[in-house]
């Protein structure tokens, strides 16, 4: 069986961006998927036109890493920067790889 | 009048203008961002190159004085904007600080529209202005977020990011290492190796600009749209900024010796405010500032108001000046 | 806990872009996300390949904004443009952000 | 024949079949997006800025007659195209539509091809001509989504987007824009402003072109892959259609009082098809119009057909018929 | 009512492109989107950063689909790949067009 | 000594340097993909015009010694390379070949910077080069697969993807279609037509490469985070290959008649590794190889090696043996 896993994605603005990467690898994501994107929300703030647009960072995670990714971000951006994140249930193929010891 | 009316007639300025009608017409019209970023690299990079090879046929004490000039400029800059959007712009600490950062950073675009300028009006500019560039493009920014720190509540303080992350920001950004990278490229080659270089990097350099500027006519646009929100304190600020710095630095100019043209474009860029370095290291630094204020009045108010009447303003200036100093 | 919400993925000809943000706007949505995408489905039509290739929007919205947005994209685009729509659960970062009163 | 070989050996053409090639070996071979972009909206400002600089040197008076008669074709020739899209190619109402308003626009990069061939020709051609594209761009798309409304049941005059959408779309689309305001711009800053940024937009165009049209034979070569769809009727409207238009385009340049040359180049135009401009508009106001037969006649036959017989056909029809006109 | 179908995600890199479109195809895919994407892994192997960056492939299936795809990419280049997989329930507006007969 | 120092000391050279400081000083500059892309399809289509304008120029007698030998070296570097990688290098089949693949196939940037450094140092070179690249483009990664496929054990076999796939992916690549292509176009076309486009092609060339070569820096910089894992043995094979190459193309190409200039070109040709094509065919037909040993050595040490030390040495060399030969 393939085991259930979840998907997090995180919408923030370019800035963001290596911040982000460190974090969700130091809670114990093996690795993300990158794409830019647009998007406006409730803030419509981001730094520059020029930095680019926002970045969309995918991470496939267990429920506990998940969960603390959530926790970091709620501490350290949510309030000053424009970030959304939500996670949802994947079936992921050799999910084991995902999993750190 | 008639300087100011050669100054806007130029694809240039025109170009600029393009950008914000597609906006206001709601065009689909758009710069993609590779092109964009692609845009600013070869920019930075021209920028680079030609005072480097204009510096490698300097003299240091040619280069001193109006180095000296320029970071003095770039020291006081930050503290008359922090002063003026705290008394008179009624901003917060944060938010003061924030413009600051921009007000004493320069925007690359402005000098180099004012260097046409000045060419245009046949006044001579010194080769070694670009890398006044750079000079004066980081103190300000530093001392706008030390500005923050001290006058900051402890608590503000923990939530923003560290002020190394910043500096780390501003110093390896894309922006400052393109345009040093050119300088010393261009130092170290000299001026007949950079001639091998010239039909990409120099030759074509004022129409890649008009690409530029049609971008930051969208840009720009976007961010008028913002503002009614800043208030007519800010609006008026955002124009007579760039005339006080502007000034100064046309005389600091002509005190450290320049030529007028050369003067001029000094006060441009020191009455220009920064929207590519200054935002993302503030960003990092001060996330409690608000965009909303910092990029709309550099990019929204600042940076139009100097393409189409600074820019003029401080040729006349200089021109006026040069009898005195 | 984090709310669950409805992501709903919209993958549109590029000729859409600007009805669709207004469309989701309009039936609640407090935001989007927009990437650029190619594809090839059942039609294969699109307008031109000068208009750029698809774009695809996300917007975090909760049920019945969902189904509002899914009823009107049936009624004026399904038929005769190339469309496709779908949604997914979604457990979402301060979710409360994402519902408008 | 001699011409039509000197049409075919050049870079432009070779280029275009070198991506004809790369999409038959099924090479991966592709202009990413935001080249493609940036690369059209360079061509187009570049017309542009280029035509302006010739209206600024021409007299009211001589613009007059061709632009009037630029305007007539381009009122004309979607209603044939309509026609015998309805009677010989068997479409119905809303797909002969469709394909009218490609017809009754036109193809930048056809006029591009045509001005240089018609240079190679030894032939001159009026420097106001790009200010006629723009006159040519927006009126047959008019007229051929009005002929969609005027014949299409009711029920299908609901579903379809709303007219004034579709010239919102024409009128602010990139493409007008870019062209109008280039216009604009090099109308107004005069040729010797525009001087200025010609090693930017004029000297390298022709070499840009080239890339530009590596990225068209790719689309057109997929877009041959749905000829078989199409059937020979409308196979053989596409090769009809730019021919009889290309050579009331001579005509009417002629008896405009235009060169040889410069009717040669009007009749490519008014030969060509839209595939930039008209299809963002129709598919917006006839959606249920099928790209796969106006996309595939404008880009997949057309366009090839001019690029290499029609061109050089209205060269040699215009000097034939600049005896007796 | 919008039948449940299943989204597989498949992130690979750039040179798997096209050989994976066929594959999706084959087993009975309606369609696709693609996204150009960044990624680190825990392989971090790419090609070539010249062949671009990875790509990220959306496809709307069937349950028995995503079964055979999943086993087909495990089987040919799971192994010595840079590739991940997974798939996610979705609602689909009128979903019936992404099953085939 | 002089002669390293010239090369050095050159915008190209540098903006590679450039390329590498911001990586090791973790900057955020990048180049877009896209825009690398567009350079790179630039590049290659100017080398192959340039190239096909010369062969227009030059008769056969005078082609057929310097491809055959260029051929023959093709076929030969593969072999050399997988031998040492065996023995020396100490690596499986696979990896073996896979890097014998990349050794044996050339570098079109390093051909370019030679063709500049033989021009600085004052000695012509044949106009024709660029062809001889296209020659030496596929054999050796050919060979290199055969390699693979002949020494490797059945179940290998089975799980590699097919070579006849490979060689699709080599030849419809974009990277032999571009240079081949431009060939085709230059050569059909002649010297004057392409000249036509030479603002866009050949004037602004040696800017271009500045750009695409701050890309190269950042990739190459990147690259050589993995050296540690490579051990020094492949290190000085990365250093031993190119010169061991590289002067058997120099030897080679006076045999074959060449001027010192452009034989010092080939051998710098002949002593490079791909980096474009060779990796993409490479992973299809030997995904087992480990790109962590061939793209390191080919991109991080061969390349680098070639561009500071490698160039000089040939020209050096060529001078000499010219004495002999
Ligand atoms: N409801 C939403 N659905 C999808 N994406 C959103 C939504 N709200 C915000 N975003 C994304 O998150 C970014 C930051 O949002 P905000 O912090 O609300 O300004 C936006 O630029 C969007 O890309
Ligand atoms: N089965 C599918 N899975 C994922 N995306 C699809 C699928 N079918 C269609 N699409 C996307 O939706 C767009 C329009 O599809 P269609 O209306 O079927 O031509 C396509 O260009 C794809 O980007
Ligand atoms: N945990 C993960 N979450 C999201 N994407 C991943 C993850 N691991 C790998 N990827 C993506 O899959 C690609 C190949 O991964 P790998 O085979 O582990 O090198 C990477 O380049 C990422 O784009
Ligand atoms: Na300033
Ligand atoms: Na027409
Ligand atoms: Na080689």
Redesign the pocket.
């Given at each position: 069986m393939n085991p259930t896993l979840k998907k997090m994605t995180i919408v923030a603005e370019r800035v963001l961006r290596d911040k982000l990467i460190a974090l969700i690898r130091k809670e114990g994501?093996?690795?993300?998927?990158l794409a830019a994107v647009e998007g406006e929300g409730s803030r419509g703030v981001r730094a520059s036109e020029f930095e680019g647009r926002n970045v969309q960072i995918?991470?496939?995670?267990s429920a506990e890493t998940a969960t603390r990714i959530f926790d970091r971000l709620a501490e350290r951006y949510l309030e000053a920067y424009a970030v959304i994140a939500y996670t949802s249930d994947v079936e992921v193929l050799r999910g084991s790889?995902?999993v750190k010891e | 009048m008639e300087i100011i009316y050669a100054n806007l007639v130029s694809p240039i300025v025109l170009c600029f203008a393009l950008g914000m009608v597609a906006t206001w017409i709601r065009s689909d019209l758009e710069v993609p961002p590779a092109i964009y970023q692609a845009l600013s690299l070869y920019l930075l990079l021209a920028i680079g190159l030609k005072g480097g090879a204009a510096v490698s046929q300097s003299s240091i004490a040619e280069l001193a004085g109006p180095v000296l000039v320029t970071l003095l400029l770039g020291l006081l800059t930050p503290l008359s904007a922090f002063f003026l959007m705290r008394r008179v712009g009624r901003l917060g600490v944060t938010d003061a600080a924030a413009v600051a950062a921009h007000y004493g950073s320069v925007s690359a675009v402005t000098f180099l529209a004012a260097l046409e300028a000045s060419r245009a009006a046949g006044l001579a500019a010194e080769g070694y202005l670009s890398a006044l560039v750079a000079v004066l493009e980081v103190p300000g920014i530093f001392v706008g977020l030390v500005l923050a720190r001290r006058k900051a509540a402890p608590a503000s303080k923990a939530a923003a990011g560290s002020l190394g992350e910043a500096v780390h920001e501003v110093l390896t950004g894309r922006s400052i290492l393109l345009l040093v990278g050119g300088l010393v490229i261009g130092t170290v080659c000299g001026a007949e190796k950079v001639e091998q270089v010239a039909p990409f990097f120099i030759a074509p350099f004022k129409g890649v600009l008009c690409l530029f500027l049609l971008e930051l006519g969208i840009v720009a646009a976007r961010r008028m749209r913002d503002l009614r929100q800043a208030g007519w304190r800010l609006l008026a600020l955002g124009c007579v900024l760039p005339v006080l710095h502007g000034i100064l630095g046309v005389a600091g100019g002509l005190i450290a010796g320049m030529e007028p043209g050369g003067a001029a474009v000094l006060g441009a860029m020191v009455g220009s405010a920064s929207y590519i370095a200054a935002p993302a290291a503030v960003r990092i630094a001060l996330p409690e500032a608000s965009p909303g204020i910092y990029l709309t009045l550099s990019l929204g108010v600042t940076f139009p108001f100097n393409l189409t009447v600074g820019i003029p303003l401080f040729l006349a200036a200089s021109r006026w000046l040069s009898n005195f100093l």
């Open positions: 994501a093996t690795g993300y998927t995918e991470t496939i995670v790889k995902f | -």
